[in-house]
Protein backbone atom coordinates (compact mmCIF):
# COMPACT_ATOMS: atom_id res chain seq x y z
CA UNK A 1 0.00 0.00 0.00
CA UNK A 2 1.10 3.71 -0.81
CA UNK A 3 1.30 6.15 2.05
CA UNK A 4 -1.96 7.96 1.88
CA UNK A 5 -3.95 5.17 0.70
CA UNK A 6 -7.07 3.30 2.56
CA UNK A 7 -6.02 0.59 4.76
CA UNK A 8 -9.56 -0.78 3.11
CA UNK A 9 -8.81 -0.29 -0.72
CA UNK A 10 -9.68 1.68 -3.00
CA UNK A 11 -13.81 0.72 -2.73
CA UNK A 12 -13.20 1.78 1.03
CA UNK A 13 -11.04 4.92 0.24
CA UNK A 14 -14.38 6.64 -2.29
CA UNK A 15 -16.72 5.59 -0.04
CA UNK A 16 -15.58 7.37 3.28
CA UNK A 17 -14.96 10.28 1.14
CA UNK A 18 -18.75 10.50 0.23
CA UNK A 19 -19.31 10.34 3.91
CA UNK A 20 -16.81 12.38 5.44
CA UNK A 21 -18.85 15.62 5.69
CA UNK A 22 -21.97 13.95 6.97
CA UNK A 23 -22.75 13.27 10.42
CA UNK A 24 -23.18 9.26 10.56
CA UNK A 25 -26.17 9.15 12.35
CA UNK A 26 -27.88 10.42 8.99
CA UNK A 27 -26.30 7.94 7.12
CA UNK A 28 -28.46 5.09 6.08
CA UNK A 29 -27.40 1.94 5.60
CA UNK A 30 -30.09 -0.41 3.90
CA UNK A 31 -29.39 -4.72 4.38
CA UNK A 32 -31.40 -6.76 2.06
CA UNK A 33 -31.10 -10.45 2.22
CA UNK A 34 -32.83 -11.57 -0.84
CA UNK A 35 -34.38 -15.13 -1.58
CA UNK A 36 -36.90 -16.64 -4.22
CA UNK A 37 -39.77 -15.26 -2.39
CA UNK A 38 -39.22 -12.37 -0.04
CA UNK A 39 -36.46 -9.97 0.59
CA UNK A 40 -35.18 -9.21 4.75
CA UNK A 41 -34.47 -5.81 5.36
CA UNK A 42 -32.47 -4.58 8.23
CA UNK A 43 -31.89 -0.82 8.38
CA UNK A 44 -28.58 0.94 10.72
CA UNK A 45 -27.07 4.23 10.78
CA UNK A 46 -23.31 4.48 10.29
CA UNK A 47 -22.71 3.99 13.90
CA UNK A 48 -24.08 0.15 13.92
CA UNK A 49 -27.42 2.01 15.54
CA UNK A 50 -30.42 -0.71 14.19
CA UNK A 51 -33.39 1.79 13.23
CA UNK A 52 -35.41 -1.07 11.48
CA UNK A 53 -35.45 -4.46 13.00
CA UNK A 54 -36.30 -7.05 10.34
CA UNK A 55 -38.95 -6.25 7.68
CA UNK A 56 -39.57 -9.35 5.72
CA UNK A 57 -41.22 -8.17 2.39
CA UNK A 58 -42.67 -10.05 -0.33
CA UNK A 59 -40.63 -9.96 -3.84
CA UNK A 60 -43.16 -8.63 -5.96
CA UNK A 61 -44.59 -5.05 -7.29
CA UNK A 62 -45.95 -4.57 -3.67
CA UNK A 63 -43.63 -5.48 -1.57
CA UNK A 64 -41.16 -3.12 -4.14
CA UNK A 65 -43.24 -0.27 -3.28
CA UNK A 66 -42.88 -1.15 0.62
CA UNK A 67 -39.50 -1.10 0.32
CA UNK A 68 -39.43 2.08 -1.02
CA UNK A 69 -42.07 3.60 1.47
CA UNK A 70 -40.23 1.87 4.56
CA UNK A 71 -36.58 3.61 2.90
CA UNK A 72 -38.34 7.23 2.83
CA UNK A 73 -40.22 7.20 5.63
CA UNK A 74 -36.71 6.54 7.81
CA UNK A 75 -34.91 8.85 5.32
CA UNK A 76 -37.72 11.67 6.62
CA UNK A 77 -37.76 10.79 10.50
CA UNK A 78 -33.83 10.47 10.58
CA UNK A 79 -33.28 13.31 8.23
CA UNK A 80 -31.27 10.97 6.65
CA UNK A 81 -28.47 13.16 4.02
CA UNK A 82 -27.47 9.37 2.63
CA UNK A 83 -28.91 6.08 1.62
CA UNK A 84 -27.16 3.45 1.01
CA UNK A 85 -28.34 0.35 -0.01
CA UNK A 86 -26.49 -3.35 0.26
CA UNK A 87 -27.35 -5.89 -1.61
CA UNK A 88 -25.85 -9.90 -1.52
CA UNK A 89 -25.74 -11.26 -5.10
CA UNK A 90 -27.46 -14.38 -5.08
CA UNK A 91 -27.17 -15.65 -8.03
CA UNK A 92 -29.65 -14.31 -10.17
CA UNK A 93 -32.74 -13.60 -7.28
CA UNK A 94 -31.01 -10.42 -6.61
CA UNK A 95 -30.87 -8.87 -10.55
CA UNK A 96 -34.14 -7.53 -10.99
CA UNK A 97 -34.32 -5.47 -7.05
CA UNK A 98 -30.63 -4.35 -7.75
CA UNK A 99 -32.02 -2.87 -11.59
CA UNK A 100 -35.13 -1.30 -10.04
CA UNK A 101 -33.23 0.39 -6.85
CA UNK A 102 -30.42 1.34 -9.16
CA UNK A 103 -32.88 3.37 -11.05
CA UNK A 104 -34.35 5.40 -8.05
CA UNK A 105 -32.69 8.81 -7.48
CA UNK A 106 -30.82 9.43 -3.87
CA UNK A 107 -30.20 5.57 -3.66
CA UNK A 108 -26.39 4.23 -3.72
CA UNK A 109 -26.71 0.64 -4.67
CA UNK A 110 -24.12 -1.96 -3.44
CA UNK A 111 -23.39 -5.90 -4.19
CA UNK A 112 -22.24 -7.81 -1.52
CA UNK A 113 -19.98 -10.98 -2.38
CA UNK A 114 -22.14 -13.74 -0.19
CA UNK A 115 -18.51 -14.91 0.68
CA UNK A 116 -18.04 -11.58 2.44
CA UNK A 117 -21.00 -12.25 3.97
CA UNK A 118 -20.59 -15.29 5.22
CA UNK A 119 -16.77 -14.26 6.83
CA UNK A 120 -18.82 -11.30 8.82
CA UNK A 121 -21.05 -13.80 10.59
CA UNK A 122 -17.77 -15.86 11.31
CA UNK A 123 -16.37 -13.12 13.19
CA UNK A 124 -19.43 -12.16 14.94
CA UNK A 125 -19.01 -16.01 16.23
CA UNK A 126 -22.11 -17.00 14.53
CA UNK A 127 -19.94 -19.49 11.91
CA UNK A 128 -23.17 -22.56 12.21
CA UNK A 129 -26.13 -19.81 12.63
CA UNK A 130 -26.97 -18.82 9.50
CA UNK A 131 -30.63 -16.63 9.66
CA UNK A 132 -31.90 -14.02 7.01
CA UNK A 133 -31.42 -11.01 10.23
CA UNK A 134 -27.82 -11.93 10.40
CA UNK A 135 -27.15 -11.78 6.69
CA UNK A 136 -28.94 -8.93 6.21
CA UNK A 137 -27.06 -7.32 9.68
CA UNK A 138 -23.59 -8.48 8.38
CA UNK A 139 -24.79 -6.36 4.86
CA UNK A 140 -25.12 -3.46 7.13
CA UNK A 141 -21.52 -4.01 8.52
CA UNK A 142 -19.80 -4.18 4.95
CA UNK A 143 -21.20 -1.30 4.17
CA UNK A 144 -20.08 0.31 7.47
CA UNK A 145 -16.50 -0.85 6.44
CA UNK A 146 -16.99 0.67 2.60
CA UNK A 147 -17.42 -2.94 0.94
CA UNK A 148 -19.60 -3.62 -1.99
CA UNK A 149 -19.17 -2.96 -5.71
CA UNK A 150 -21.24 -0.26 -7.46
CA UNK A 151 -23.91 -1.88 -9.88
CA UNK A 152 -23.30 -1.64 -13.45
CA UNK A 153 -26.33 -2.96 -15.03
CA UNK A 154 -27.00 -1.92 -18.48
CA UNK A 155 -29.24 -2.55 -21.62
CA UNK A 156 -26.22 -2.55 -23.85
CA UNK A 157 -25.23 -4.71 -26.14
CA UNK A 158 -22.27 -5.92 -23.95
CA UNK A 159 -24.72 -7.05 -20.84
CA UNK A 160 -26.91 -8.46 -23.72
CA UNK A 161 -24.36 -10.90 -24.98
CA UNK A 162 -23.67 -12.23 -21.17
CA UNK A 163 -26.65 -14.84 -20.90
CA UNK A 164 -26.45 -15.68 -24.39
CA UNK A 165 -23.12 -16.50 -23.59
CA UNK A 166 -23.70 -18.04 -20.14
CA UNK A 167 -26.53 -19.90 -21.97
CA UNK A 168 -24.52 -21.54 -24.66
CA UNK A 169 -21.85 -22.48 -22.31
CA UNK A 170 -24.86 -24.67 -19.94
CA UNK A 171 -26.38 -26.18 -23.25
CA UNK A 172 -23.10 -26.86 -24.68
CA UNK A 173 -22.12 -28.16 -20.61
CA UNK A 174 -25.23 -30.69 -21.17
CA UNK A 175 -24.58 -32.13 -24.89
CA UNK A 176 -21.22 -33.36 -23.33
CA UNK A 177 -22.84 -35.11 -20.44
CA UNK A 178 -25.50 -36.34 -22.71
CA UNK A 179 -22.74 -37.59 -25.32
CA UNK A 180 -21.09 -39.35 -22.69
CA UNK A 181 -24.20 -41.52 -21.48
CA UNK A 182 -25.12 -41.94 -25.54
CA UNK A 183 -21.85 -43.02 -25.58
CA UNK A 184 -22.30 -45.90 -23.01
CA UNK A 185 -25.20 -46.84 -24.64
CA UNK A 186 -23.95 -47.32 -28.27
CA UNK A 187 -21.22 -49.49 -26.82
CA UNK A 188 -23.71 -51.65 -25.15
CA UNK A 189 -25.57 -52.19 -28.18
CA UNK A 190 -22.24 -52.47 -30.41
CA UNK A 191 -20.29 -54.22 -27.43
CA UNK A 192 -16.25 -52.63 -28.01
CA UNK A 193 -17.51 -49.92 -30.48
CA UNK A 194 -15.38 -46.89 -28.96
CA UNK A 195 -12.50 -49.60 -27.24
CA UNK A 196 -8.93 -48.47 -27.42
CA UNK A 197 -5.89 -50.13 -26.40
CA UNK A 198 -2.74 -49.85 -28.23
CA UNK A 199 -1.18 -52.56 -26.65
CA UNK A 200 -3.78 -54.79 -27.31
CA UNK A 201 -4.16 -53.54 -31.22
CA UNK A 202 -7.40 -52.60 -30.32
CA UNK A 203 -8.59 -49.16 -31.87
CA UNK A 204 -12.00 -47.69 -31.94
CA UNK A 205 -14.15 -47.80 -34.88
CA UNK A 206 -14.46 -44.16 -35.55
CA UNK A 207 -12.12 -41.49 -34.40
CA UNK A 208 -15.04 -39.98 -33.04
CA UNK A 209 -19.11 -41.06 -32.40
CA UNK A 210 -20.72 -37.20 -32.16
CA UNK A 211 -18.11 -35.26 -34.54
CA UNK A 212 -18.34 -37.31 -37.77
CA UNK A 213 -21.25 -38.13 -39.73
CA UNK A 214 -20.79 -41.56 -40.05
CA UNK A 215 -21.01 -41.58 -36.26
CA UNK A 216 -24.47 -40.36 -36.07
CA UNK A 217 -25.96 -42.11 -38.64
CA UNK A 218 -24.48 -45.10 -37.04
CA UNK A 219 -25.81 -43.77 -33.43
CA UNK A 220 -28.98 -43.82 -35.20
CA UNK A 221 -29.17 -47.23 -36.92
CA UNK A 222 -28.14 -48.56 -33.37
CA UNK A 223 -30.96 -46.63 -32.28
CA UNK A 224 -33.73 -48.58 -34.72
CA UNK A 225 -32.60 -51.35 -33.64
CA UNK A 226 -29.47 -52.28 -35.90
CA UNK A 227 -27.51 -55.08 -34.18
CA UNK A 228 -23.26 -55.59 -35.30
CA UNK A 229 -24.67 -58.71 -37.16
CA UNK A 230 -27.07 -56.68 -39.23
CA UNK A 231 -24.28 -54.35 -40.59
CA UNK A 232 -22.04 -57.29 -41.06
CA UNK A 233 -24.80 -58.82 -43.23
CA UNK A 234 -25.27 -55.99 -45.27
CA UNK A 235 -24.04 -55.87 -48.36
CA UNK A 236 -21.39 -52.41 -48.62
CA UNK A 237 -23.95 -50.83 -51.52
CA UNK A 238 -26.70 -51.33 -49.44
CA UNK A 239 -25.19 -49.57 -46.51
CA UNK A 240 -24.08 -46.70 -48.55
CA UNK A 241 -27.36 -46.34 -49.86
CA UNK A 242 -28.36 -46.00 -45.95
CA UNK A 243 -25.81 -43.59 -45.65
CA UNK A 244 -26.38 -41.51 -48.45
CA UNK A 245 -30.46 -41.19 -47.59
CA UNK A 246 -28.63 -39.59 -44.06
CA UNK A 247 -26.72 -37.27 -45.79
CA UNK A 248 -23.52 -39.11 -45.49
CA UNK A 249 -21.20 -40.53 -48.16
CA UNK A 250 -19.68 -43.41 -47.02
CA UNK A 251 -16.67 -44.89 -48.76
CA UNK A 252 -15.50 -48.34 -49.48
CA UNK A 253 -12.65 -48.65 -47.01
CA UNK A 254 -14.62 -47.57 -44.10
CA UNK A 255 -17.81 -49.40 -44.98
CA UNK A 256 -15.33 -52.70 -45.66
CA UNK A 257 -13.85 -51.48 -41.67
CA UNK A 258 -17.57 -51.44 -40.65
CA UNK A 259 -18.25 -54.42 -41.41
CA UNK A 260 -14.98 -56.42 -40.47
CA UNK A 261 -15.23 -54.48 -36.78
CA UNK A 262 -18.77 -55.60 -36.40
CA UNK A 263 -17.76 -59.54 -37.76
CA UNK A 264 -15.69 -59.67 -34.82
CA UNK A 265 -17.42 -57.59 -32.50
CA UNK A 266 -18.78 -59.61 -29.42
CA UNK A 267 -22.56 -60.18 -30.17
CA UNK A 268 -25.08 -58.19 -28.03
CA UNK A 269 -26.34 -59.99 -25.12
CA UNK A 270 -30.47 -59.45 -24.80
CA UNK A 271 -30.15 -58.92 -21.31
CA UNK A 272 -27.49 -56.01 -21.35
CA UNK A 273 -29.64 -54.15 -25.04
CA UNK A 274 -33.03 -54.33 -23.16
CA UNK A 275 -34.29 -50.70 -23.60
CA UNK A 276 -31.08 -49.25 -24.34
CA UNK A 277 -32.24 -48.78 -28.19
CA UNK A 278 -35.52 -46.47 -26.85
CA UNK A 279 -33.29 -44.92 -24.56
CA UNK A 280 -30.60 -43.98 -27.24
CA UNK A 281 -32.96 -42.87 -29.67
CA UNK A 282 -34.28 -40.41 -27.46
CA UNK A 283 -31.23 -39.02 -26.10
CA UNK A 284 -30.31 -38.72 -30.32
CA UNK A 285 -33.28 -36.61 -30.52
CA UNK A 286 -32.34 -34.40 -27.30
CA UNK A 287 -28.89 -33.36 -28.58
CA UNK A 288 -30.41 -32.59 -32.17
CA UNK A 289 -32.05 -30.13 -30.41
CA UNK A 290 -29.52 -28.98 -28.33
CA UNK A 291 -27.03 -28.74 -31.61
CA UNK A 292 -30.20 -26.39 -33.40
CA UNK A 293 -30.39 -23.80 -30.30
CA UNK A 294 -26.49 -23.82 -29.70
CA UNK A 295 -26.40 -22.98 -33.58
CA UNK A 296 -28.94 -20.40 -33.09
CA UNK A 297 -27.13 -18.65 -30.17
CA UNK A 298 -24.68 -18.11 -31.62
CA UNK A 299 -25.96 -16.52 -34.63
CA UNK A 300 -27.57 -14.21 -32.33
CA UNK A 301 -24.38 -13.83 -30.92
CA UNK A 302 -22.57 -11.87 -33.78
CA UNK A 303 -24.46 -8.99 -34.50
CA UNK A 304 -24.11 -7.87 -30.82
CA UNK A 305 -20.30 -8.50 -30.45
CA UNK A 306 -20.00 -6.41 -33.97
CA UNK A 307 -21.95 -3.26 -32.06
CA UNK A 308 -19.64 -3.51 -28.82
CA UNK A 309 -15.79 -2.28 -27.83
CA UNK A 310 -15.06 -5.84 -28.52
CA UNK A 311 -16.11 -5.78 -32.51
CA UNK A 312 -12.44 -6.41 -33.70
CA UNK A 313 -11.09 -8.73 -31.14
CA UNK A 314 -12.42 -11.60 -33.75
CA UNK A 315 -9.22 -10.30 -35.78
CA UNK A 316 -7.10 -12.11 -33.72
CA UNK A 317 -6.66 -15.83 -34.93
CA UNK A 318 -8.43 -18.37 -33.19
CA UNK A 319 -10.79 -15.86 -31.27
CA UNK A 320 -14.51 -16.56 -32.84
CA UNK A 321 -17.55 -14.90 -32.26
CA UNK A 322 -18.02 -16.97 -29.11
CA UNK A 323 -14.81 -17.03 -27.43
CA UNK A 324 -14.53 -13.10 -27.91
CA UNK A 325 -18.31 -12.52 -26.93
CA UNK A 326 -17.82 -14.46 -23.48
CA UNK A 327 -14.77 -11.89 -22.72
CA UNK A 328 -17.02 -8.78 -24.17
CA UNK A 329 -19.40 -10.21 -21.95
CA UNK A 330 -17.24 -10.02 -18.45
CA UNK A 331 -15.38 -7.12 -19.53
CA UNK A 332 -18.39 -4.94 -20.18
CA UNK A 333 -17.53 -1.09 -21.16
CA UNK A 334 -13.45 -0.56 -20.46
CA UNK A 335 -14.10 2.68 -18.64
CA UNK A 336 -15.41 0.69 -15.89
CA UNK A 337 -11.53 -0.74 -15.04
CA UNK A 338 -8.64 1.30 -14.29
CA UNK A 339 -6.28 -1.32 -15.97
CA UNK A 340 -6.08 -4.86 -16.98
CA UNK A 341 -5.18 -6.08 -13.93
CA UNK A 342 -8.70 -5.10 -11.83
CA UNK A 343 -10.11 -7.54 -14.43
CA UNK A 344 -7.61 -10.31 -14.19
CA UNK A 345 -8.24 -10.14 -10.42
CA UNK A 346 -11.87 -9.57 -11.03
CA UNK A 347 -12.09 -13.29 -12.48
CA UNK A 348 -10.02 -14.47 -9.56
CA UNK A 349 -6.74 -14.97 -11.56
CA UNK A 350 -4.66 -13.42 -9.71
CA UNK A 351 -1.99 -15.50 -8.10
CA UNK A 352 -2.83 -16.35 -4.66
CA UNK A 353 0.04 -15.50 -1.76
CA UNK A 354 1.42 -16.60 1.90
CA UNK A 355 3.92 -14.07 3.20
CA UNK A 356 4.93 -14.58 6.72
CA UNK A 357 8.69 -12.97 7.91
CA UNK A 358 11.19 -14.21 5.56
CA UNK A 359 8.88 -16.78 4.05
CA UNK A 360 6.79 -15.46 0.49
CA UNK A 361 5.02 -18.16 -1.30
CA UNK A 362 3.34 -17.49 -4.56
CA UNK A 363 0.47 -20.11 -4.87
CA UNK A 364 -1.98 -21.04 -7.30
CA UNK A 365 -4.64 -18.78 -8.70
CA UNK A 366 -6.52 -17.10 -6.17
CA UNK A 367 -10.21 -17.95 -7.35
CA UNK A 368 -11.26 -15.21 -5.21
CA UNK A 369 -13.51 -13.40 -8.10
CA UNK A 370 -16.51 -15.12 -10.89
CA UNK A 371 -16.60 -18.34 -12.08
CA UNK A 372 -18.09 -17.64 -15.14
CA UNK A 373 -15.81 -14.80 -16.13
CA UNK A 374 -12.98 -17.25 -14.92
CA UNK A 375 -14.25 -19.52 -17.58
CA UNK A 376 -14.73 -17.14 -20.59
CA UNK A 377 -11.49 -15.29 -20.08
CA UNK A 378 -9.24 -18.41 -20.24
CA UNK A 379 -11.76 -19.80 -22.83
CA UNK A 380 -10.63 -16.93 -25.20
CA UNK A 381 -6.45 -17.70 -23.82
CA UNK A 382 -6.65 -21.84 -25.13
CA UNK A 383 -8.65 -20.99 -28.66
CA UNK A 384 -5.43 -18.23 -29.17
CA UNK A 385 -2.92 -21.03 -27.53
CA UNK A 386 -4.33 -23.69 -29.89
CA UNK A 387 -3.26 -21.63 -32.79
CA UNK A 388 0.57 -20.77 -34.58
CA UNK A 389 1.92 -17.79 -33.47
CA UNK A 390 4.12 -15.75 -30.28
CA UNK A 391 1.04 -16.85 -27.85
CA UNK A 392 0.89 -20.67 -28.61
CA UNK A 393 4.48 -20.97 -28.78
CA UNK A 394 4.99 -19.15 -25.15
CA UNK A 395 2.59 -21.42 -24.09
CA UNK A 396 4.22 -24.36 -25.55
CA UNK A 397 7.35 -23.22 -23.97
CA UNK A 398 6.12 -23.06 -20.32
CA UNK A 399 4.83 -26.64 -20.59
CA UNK A 400 7.89 -28.33 -21.78
CA UNK A 401 10.90 -26.42 -21.34
CA UNK A 402 9.75 -24.74 -17.90
CA UNK A 403 7.76 -28.09 -17.22
CA UNK A 404 4.59 -25.73 -15.87
CA UNK A 405 1.18 -27.62 -15.36
CA UNK A 406 -0.75 -26.69 -18.58
CA UNK A 407 -3.56 -24.84 -16.51
CA UNK A 408 -0.73 -22.73 -14.80
CA UNK A 409 0.52 -22.20 -18.15
CA UNK A 410 -2.31 -21.24 -20.03
CA UNK A 411 -3.30 -19.05 -16.79
CA UNK A 412 0.10 -16.94 -17.34
CA UNK A 413 -0.51 -16.43 -21.41
CA UNK A 414 -3.98 -15.96 -21.03
CA UNK A 415 -3.01 -12.80 -18.99
CA UNK A 416 -0.91 -11.82 -21.88
CA UNK A 417 -3.56 -12.24 -24.84
CA UNK A 418 -6.41 -11.08 -22.64
CA UNK A 419 -4.05 -7.30 -22.16
CA UNK A 420 -4.06 -7.40 -25.22
CA UNK A 421 -7.67 -8.37 -26.17
CA UNK A 422 -8.66 -5.43 -23.32
CA UNK A 423 -6.34 -2.66 -25.03
CA UNK A 424 -8.00 -3.17 -28.27
CA UNK A 425 -11.21 -2.61 -26.85
CA UNK A 426 -10.54 0.17 -24.65
CA UNK A 427 -8.68 1.76 -28.35
CA UNK A 428 -10.58 0.40 -30.96
CA UNK A 429 -7.52 0.17 -32.97
CA UNK A 430 -7.32 -2.91 -35.66
CA UNK A 431 -5.21 -5.74 -34.39
CA UNK A 432 -1.43 -5.57 -35.71
CA UNK A 433 0.01 -9.22 -35.03
CA UNK A 434 3.49 -7.42 -35.81
CA UNK A 435 3.49 -5.17 -33.59
CA UNK A 436 4.92 -6.43 -30.28
CA UNK A 437 8.03 -7.41 -32.57
CA UNK A 438 8.18 -3.70 -33.36
CA UNK A 439 7.78 -2.65 -30.40
CA UNK A 440 10.90 -4.68 -29.28
CA UNK A 441 13.06 -4.09 -31.85
CA UNK A 442 12.13 0.15 -31.31
CA UNK A 443 13.11 -0.66 -27.62
CA UNK A 444 16.28 -2.33 -29.14
CA UNK A 445 17.22 0.68 -31.10
CA UNK A 446 16.66 3.21 -28.37
CA UNK A 447 19.12 0.98 -25.98
CA UNK A 448 21.74 1.28 -28.66
CA UNK A 449 21.63 4.88 -29.40
CA UNK A 450 22.01 5.51 -25.64
Excluded at 125 to 150: F, I, M, Q, S
Excluded at 168 to 180: E, F, I, P
Excluded at 204 to 212: G, N, Q
Excluded at 286 to 301: F, H, K, N, S
Amino acid sequence: MMHGAHIGGQRAAAFFKLVADLDPRRVLLVGIDVAKATWFVVVSDLTGVVVADGVRLVADRAGLAELERVIAELRWQLAAELVVVGIEAAGHQHQSLTAHLADRDGLHVRLLNPGAVAAIRKQQGNRRRKTDWLDAAAVCELLARGEGTLVHLDASMAASLRPLWSGRKDLVDTRSRLRQQAGALVDCLWPGFSAADKQAGVSPVLCDLFKTKAGRVIAGLLAEGWTPARFTAAPTTQLQAIFAARGCRLTRPLASRLRARAAGALPAHPAATAGKAAALAGMLGVLDGIDAEVERLEARMAPLLAATEGAKLTQIRGVGVVTASGFVAFVGRTDRWAEWSKVWRAAGLDPARSQSGAKDARLGISREGSAWGRRALLDLAAAVCRQPGRWGDGFRARTTQGRKPAKVALAATGNSIGRTCFALMRSGADYDPAWETKRTRSSKVGDQAA
